[in-house]
C-alpha cells in the first residue's frame, strides 16, 4: 500500500515525486490522467473504506430478526412487559435467508441487498466478549482479544505497515470531536481530523513557548497538521458540487456523509473515513429510538452509496458500520441491555452479497443470558485488509492482527498487495525483474501495457522467485504492469503497478 | 504517606508555586489572586480555597420548585408548543447560569471540583429530561464535592438526574422476567467507582456482580400527579424526588462481593463502600492524579493517596487538605503536564481577563443571548452535553488537531478584542477586555517585558526562561499599552502550551 498511496497521491497531485524503492532514488513524473483505462477498482490507491461507528451496542435480534425462531417472540413479546420484537408481518424478507427478516427501518439497506451490495455477517463477536461500552469499543477498535490492552488500532497498524507518505493529503479522515484509537499507530497517529469551520486564523508560527514541552510541540504538530488537511480538504470541496442525493437534516451522520461523498467525487486519495453514526445504546424506548437510529444510519448510507453511484465512484468504496456488542436477548423494561454477539454489514458494489455465517441460536444462550458468537469480527477485518485493500496476508496476520484470521469470501474479487511485488531497476530500461515474497512456486500471467491501455507484450512468470521479463523497446514513460495470478481457492487475484522507463 | 511541602529542595513559597496551585484547582485566577497568594502563603491560601462558599441561586430561581411540568395534554395547543419551548430554554439557562457562576465567583475549589465530579459522574441535561433534575445534581456535587465521598455518591445516584439519565427508574423487577435494567449498575461499577480493572489489571467485577448490583438498585420510581386543566388539558406534573415502591423491587437474595442479603440500593452502596473501600478510593485517586498532577500516574503516590484518603474517612477536604500541601503536588515534573479541559481553560481566559460583559449572564434577564453557550458547545465541551456516559476523554492522547485550533483561535480573538456577539440592534459587540485594570491587576509593570515575565509564569509556568523568552516576545522594552499588551497576550494564549496546566 506504499506504492499506492504514494503513486495515488502523484497522480491527484501531477506533481513529482522520488520513486520509493531500493534501486533508484530519481525522481520521475507522469501525467495525472493517463491511468484512465485501468477501470477504477483497479487502480492503485483508490480503494476506500467508510468505517461508521454505532456506539452504544446494536441489537442485532432486531436488526436481522429470527423469525423463525419462536423462542425469539416468547422472550421478547411473551414474557416482556412490553412488546420488544419485531412482528413477523413487518420485517423486510431477506432473500437467501427464509428465517430471517430485516428491520422495517433498515428498508434502504435492504433496497441495497437486493441489488447485492450488501453482505451480512452473522453472529460477530470474539472470545469472551466484555459488555463495557468503553473496553467493547477498544477491542473492537485495536482488534485484540480481550485481555490483550493495546493503544494503537487496527486501521493505524494497518497504515503503519503501508507507510503511506505524508504529503499533506490527508489518507485517512476522522470526523468527530475526538480521535479514537482506530486510526492510532504503535508510534504515530494517522487520523487527520477535519472540521468545517474549526481554524486558527492568526499566524501558524506558534510555538515558540512551547519549550520543550514534549506535548505542546505535539499539540502543535497536530494543530498544524489539522490546519493543512483543512485546506486540502476545503480545496477538493471546491471542485465538486454539493449534494445530489436527499440526506437527514441536523445530522452530524449525514454532515459527516456529505463531505465523505464530495471528497471521494473529487477524487482526494483518502483510504479510511471514520465517522460516528449515532447512539444505539436503547436501554430504554429502545423500539423507538432504535427504529429512528436504524432509518438515519441506513438511508444516509444509501444516499452515499447512491450519490457515489451516480458519480462513477462507487466501485472504490466499501461500507462497514460496526458496534462494541449486540443486546441482551431478555429485555428489561423498554430496552435491552449489553449483549454479545450481533450482525456486521459490509456494503459496497464489490461485495458478495448474501449472509454470512451462522445466525447464534437464542435457545443456547451463555451463563448470563448472552448469546454465543459464532463469527470473530477480526475474520471480517481481515478479509477488508486482504480482499479489499490488497494486504499481502502475512503482513496483516503478522503487523496488524497478530495472528491468522480466517477470511470471509465478502469480496467479488481479491488483489494481491502492491508492496508484495518489487520491481527493479527502477526506471527501467530493458528487462523488468519482478520479486514476489511468496513462500510457494505460483504461475501467473503477465500483461504490459502502455497508458492508453495498449497491450505491448504477455507471457508467465513465476512469483516465488526473482523474474526476468525482458522488455520490448519501449520509449521514455510510464507503463503499466498487470500480473494475473490464480489462487488456492480458484478465485483470480490480479496486481497492477506502475512502472517507469528512462531511456538514454 | 504523602511528604510535606519541603521548602529546600523546592524552594520557599513563590508567584510560581502560588500560580501552579491555582490554575490547577480553581478556574482563571486573576493576576491580583496569584499576588494576594504569595503574600498569604501556601497554608492559608490552600485553607482558603478549600472553603465552601454558598452560590447565588436567584438567576435559576425558576428551577427551584417541588414540581415539574413534565408533560401535557393534548399535544396539538400552544401550551404544550411554549411548554417544550421554555424546557429547552431552561438547559441553555442552566449552562450560562453555571458558566456565570464560575467566572464570577471568589476564588475557590469548590467551582473546579464540582466541575471534576461532573466530568467523572457526567449526567446529559437531554438524557436528564429537565433542567431541573440536573441543577439539583449540580448542587449535590457542590454541597458534597469537597466533603464525604460516600455521601456524594449516594445523592448522585439517588437523584432524579442520574437516575433518568442510566435508566434507573426503568429498573423494574417483575416476576415473570428475570431481567432488570443493568444500566446504571455497570456504570456506576466502572466509570464512578472501580474502573474496569484492577490495580493488578484484572477485572474488578464481573457481569454477575452488575447483575446482582443492578437487582439491589432496582425500586425506585418518579412519583408523578395529574392535574385536569379547564379546557380538557391534562397536565402531568413530576416531583422533585425518587420515591421507593417495594413492587418494582427485586425482593430475592443477592450475592454481591461474597456477601448475600436482599439489599436494597442503600445497603447496596454501603456494601460496596465496605468491601471494595481500598479499591474505590484507589480509582478516585488515581482519576483525580491525571487530571490534577499528572497524566502519567506514578504508583507509588497513588498507593501514598490511597492510603490518605482511607485514613480521613473519604472526606475531600482533609485529603485535599494534605495533598495540596505535598511535595509531591508542587514536584517540577509535573508542571504543565496536563491538558486542561477545554471548557476549563476557555472559562478560565474570560474569568481571568477579567471580561467586563458577556452577554450570556450580564444580559441575562432577556435570556435570548446566548454566545457564550454557543462557543461552549463549539469547543467541544460543554456543561451537561457529555458524548457519552463516560464523559469526555480526558488525556491527551484523544485531543483532535481541529479542537487546538478553534481554542487558539478564541483566545486569539479574545485578546485581539475581534470576539464578538450579537447585539439586539444587529450590531456587533466584543467581550471587552480593560487593559488599565488588568495592568493594575498586576501592579501596573513598568514595560512591557516585566509584564511578559509575570503572564509567562501565571498562565505559561515559564519560571527559568522567563527573562530570555519576554527579551524575545518583547525585542523592544517600552511601556505597556494596549496595543503592546493585546499583542503579548495573543502571543502567549495561541501557544498550545497554554493549553496545559
Redesign the interface.
Given at each position: 500500500m506504499q506504492r499506492r498511496s504514494f503513486i495515488s497521491s502523484a497522480m491527484r497531485a501531477g506533481v513529482v515525486l522520488p520513486f520509493m524503492t531500493t534501486d533508484s532514488m530519481r525522481a520521475f513524473a507522469y501525467p495525472t490522467d493517463q491511468l484512465g483505462h485501468l477501470s477504477a477498482t483497479d487502480q492503485e490507491g483508490e480503494r476506500i473504506l467508510v468505517l461508521l461507528r454505532m456506539f452504544g451496542g446494536n441489537d442485532g435480534l432486531n436488526s436481522i430478526i429470527p423469525i423463525h425462531d419462536d423462542e425469539y417472540y416468547r422472550i421478547r413479546r411473551d414474557q416482556s412487559a412490553l412488546n420488544m420484537s419485531i412482528a413477523r408481518e413487518a420485517v423486510l424478507p431477506i432473500e437467501g435467508a427464509l428465517g430471517f427478516g430485516m428491520h422495517p427501518s433498515m428498508y434502504r439497506l435492504h433496497e441495497l441487498y437486493n441489488e447485492g451490495h450488501v453482505a451480512i455477517v452473522q453472529g460477530v463477536g470474539y472470545p469472551n466478549m466484555d459488555l463495557s461500552h468503553f473496553r467493547g469499543t477498544d477491542i473492537w477498535l485495536a482488534a485484540s482479544d480481550s485481555d490483550v490492552y493495546l493503544q494503537s488500532g487496527w486501521l493505524g497498524r494497518m497504515f503503519d505497515v503501508s507507510s503511506p507518505i505524508d504529503n499533506g493529503i490527508p489518507y485517512a479522515i476522522e470526523f468527530g470531536d475526538n480521535m479514537s484509537r482506530v486510526l492510532k499507530g504503535q508510534h504515530q497517529a494517522h487520523a487527520h481530523h477535519y472540521h468545517a469551520t474549526h481554524r486558527f486564523t492568526g499566524s501558524e508560527d506558534i510555538g515558540s513557548l512551547n519549550d520543550g514541552l514534549a506535548m505542546a510541540d505535539e499539540f502543535e504538530s497536530r494543530m498544524l497538521r489539522s490546519q493543512r488537511t483543512g485546506r486540502t480538504i476545503d480545496d477538493a470541496l471546491r471542485r465538486v458540487g454539493n449534494h445530489t442525493r436527499t440526506y437527514s437534516e441536523e445530522s452530524p451522520l449525514a454532515d459527516a456523509l456529505k463531505i465523505t461523498s464530495r471528497l471521494i467525487r473529487a477524487g482526494l486519495p483518502t483510504q479510511v473515513y471514520v465517522i460516528h453514526a449515532g447512539q444505539f445504546d436503547t436501554h430504554h424506548r429502545q423500539l423507538e429510538v432504535h427504529a429512528q437510529q436504524l432509518d438515519e444510519l441506513f438511508s444516509n448510507v444509501h444516499s452515499l452509496f447512491r450519490e457515489l453511484e451516480d458519480s462513477g465512484d462507487a466501485d472504490r468504496v466499501c461500507i462497514m458500520p460496526i458496534s462494541e456488542f449486540g443486546r441482551r436477548v431478555e429485555p428489561t423494561q423498554s430496552g435491552t441491555d449489553h449483549g454479545t454477539a450481533a450482525p456486521v454489514f459490509v456494503i459496497g458494489k464489490h461485495v458478495n452479497g448474501g449472509m454470512y455465517g451462522d445466525a447464534p441460536s437464542i435457545s443456547d444462550v451463555d451463563v448470563n443470558g448472552n448469546l454465543k458468537w459464532t463469527t470473530d469480527f477480526r475474520q471480517i477485518y481481515s478479509t477488508i485488509m486482504r480482499q479489499w485493500f490488497s494486504m499481502e496476508p502475512s503482513s496483516i496476520d503478522t503487523g496488524v492482527l497478530t495472528r491468522m484470521f480466517a477470511p470471509l469470501p465478502l469480496f467479488a474479487r481479491s488483489e494481491i498487495l502492491s508492496s508484495a511485488i518489487t520491481l527493479a531497476p527502477i526506471p527501467a530500461r530493458t528487462t523488468l525483474d519482478v520479486i514476489a515474497h511468496r513462500d510457494h512456486s505460483t504461475r501467473s500471467q503477465f500483461v504490459i501495457s502502455d497508458l492508453h491501455g495498449r497491450a505491448l507484450q504477455s507471457g508467465t512468470l513465476d512469483l516465488m522467485q526473482r523474474s526476468t521479463i525482458t522488455l520490448p523497446a519501449l520509449a521514455s514513460g510510464v507503463y503499466v504492469i498487470s500480473i494475473t495470478e490464480v489462487l488456492a481457492d480458484g478465485s483470480a487475484s490480479v496486481h497492477r503497478q506502475a512502472f517507469p522507463v528512462e531511456q538514454l | 504517606m504523602l511528604e510535606v511541602y519541603d521548602d529546600v529542595r523546592l524552594g520557599p513559597w513563590s508567584r510560581h508555586h502560588a500560580a501552579h496551585l491555582l490554575r490547577r484547582m480553581t478556574v482563571g485566577p486573576t493576576p491580583f489572586e496569584i499576588s494576594r497568594a504569595v503574600e498569604e502563603g501556601r497554608e492559608a491560601t490552600v485553607e482558603r480555597i478549600l472553603t465552601p462558599w454558598t452560590v447565588p441561586t436567584e438567576k435559576v430561581s425558576s428551577m427551584i420548585s417541588d414540581i415539574v411540568l413534565a408533560e401535557l395534554q393534548p399535544i396539538d395547543t400552544l401550551e404544550y408548543y411554549n411548554f417544550f419551548v421554555r424546557k429547552d430554554r431552561r438547559y441553555i439557562e442552566l449552562v450560562q447560569w453555571w458558566a456565570s457562576v464560575i467566572v464570577r465567583s471568589p476564588l475557590s475549589a469548590q467551582e473546579r471540583m464540582t466541575l471534576w465530579w461532573h466530568m467523572c459522574l457526567p449526567s446529559s441535561l437531554n438524557g436528564a429530561h429537565f433542567a431541573e433534575n440536573i441543577f439539583d445534581q449540580n448542587m449535590s456535587m457542590r454541597r458534597h464535592g469537597l466533603g464525604s465521598i460516600p455521601t456524594l455518591v449516594d445523592e448522585v445516584i439517588h437523584g432524579m438526574a442520574m437516575q433518568i439519565y442510566?435508566?434507573g427508574t426503568?429498573?423494574?423487577w417483575?416476576p415473570?422476567?428475570?431481567?432488570?435494567?443493568?444500566?446504571l449498575a455497570?456504570e456506576m461499577m466502572?466509570i464512578f467507582l472501580l474502573g474496569?480493572t484492577d490495580a493488578q489489571?484484572l477485572p474488578s467485577y464481573s457481569?454477575?456482580d452488575?447483575?446482582e448490583i443492578a437487582r439491589s438498585l432496582s425500586g425506585w420510581r418518579i412519583a408523578e400527579v395529574h392535574v385536569a386543566g379547564s379546557t380538557g388539558t391534562d397536565y402531568l406534573y413530576r416531583m422533585r424526588e425518587l420515591v421507593f415502591s417495594v413492587d418494582h423491587w427485586d425482593p430475592r437474595p443477592k450475592t454481591v462481593f461474597g456477601q448475600t442479603g436482599t439489599f436494597r440500593s442503600k445497603e447496596i452502596l454501603d456494601l460496596l463502600f465496605t468491601e471494595k473501600r481500598s479499591a474505590i478510593a484507589r480509582h478516585i485517586c488515581s482519576r483525580w492524579y491525571s487530571s490534577f498532577i499528572n497524566e502519567t500516574v506514578e504508583e507509588q503516590a497513588i498507593e501514598g493517596m490511597t492510603e490518605l484518603l482511607l485514613d480521613v474517612n473519604m472526606d475531600m477536604t482533609s485529603w485535599l487538605r494534605v495533598v495540596l500541601n505535598s511535595s509531591h503536588f508542587f514536584e517540577s515534573r509535573h508542571r504543565?503536564?496536563i491538558?486542561t479541559p477545554p471548557m476549563v481553560s476557555f472559562l478560565a481566559q474570560l474569568r481571568y481577563a477579567d471580561v467586563g460583559y458577556v452577554p450570556d449572564f450580564d444580559d441575562y434577564d432577556n435570556g435570548v443571548q446566548d454566545d457564550l453557550y454557543s462557543r461552549l458547545r463549539?469547543i467541544?465541551q460543554c456543561m451537561y452535553y457529555p458524548?457519552?456516559?463516560?464523559g469526555w476523554?480526558d488525556t491527551?492522547?484523544?485531543?483532535?488537531?481541529?479542537?487546538?485550533?478553534?481554542r487558539?483561535?478564541m483566545h486569539?480573538r479574545l485578546w485581539s478584542g475581534t470576539m464578538t456577539f450579537k447585539n439586539y440592534n444587529g450590531g456587533r459587540q466584543v467581550y471587552p477586555i480593560v487593559i488599565n485594570s488588568f495592568l493594575k491587576s498586576y501592579g501596573m509593570p513598568a514595560t512591557i517585558r516585566q509584564l511578559a515575565e509575570m503572564v509567562?509564569c501565571d498562565l505559561?509556568g515559564?519560571e527559568a526562561?522567563a527573562k530570555d523568552?519576554a527579551r524575545?516576545?518583547c525585542p523592544v522594552d517600552r511601556p505597556c499599552d494596549n496595543t503592546s499588551v493585546r499583542g503579548l497576550m495573543?502571543?502567549?494564549t495561541?501557544?498550545?502550551?497554554?493549553?496545559?496546566h
Open positions: - | 442510566l435508566s426503568e429498573n423494574v417483575q415473570t422476567n428475570e431481567g432488570v435494567n443493568e444500566n455497570r466502572e474496569r489489571g457481569q454477575e452488575v447483575s504543565m503536564r491538558a463549539s467541544n458524548p457519552n456516559v463516560s476523554p491527551t492522547d484523544y485531543v483532535a488537531g481541529t479542537e487546538i485550533a478553534w487558539l483561535e486569539m509567562l505559561a515559564i526562561d523568552l524575545r516576545l495573543k502571543t502567549i495561541t501557544s498550545p502550551r497554554i493549553l496545559f
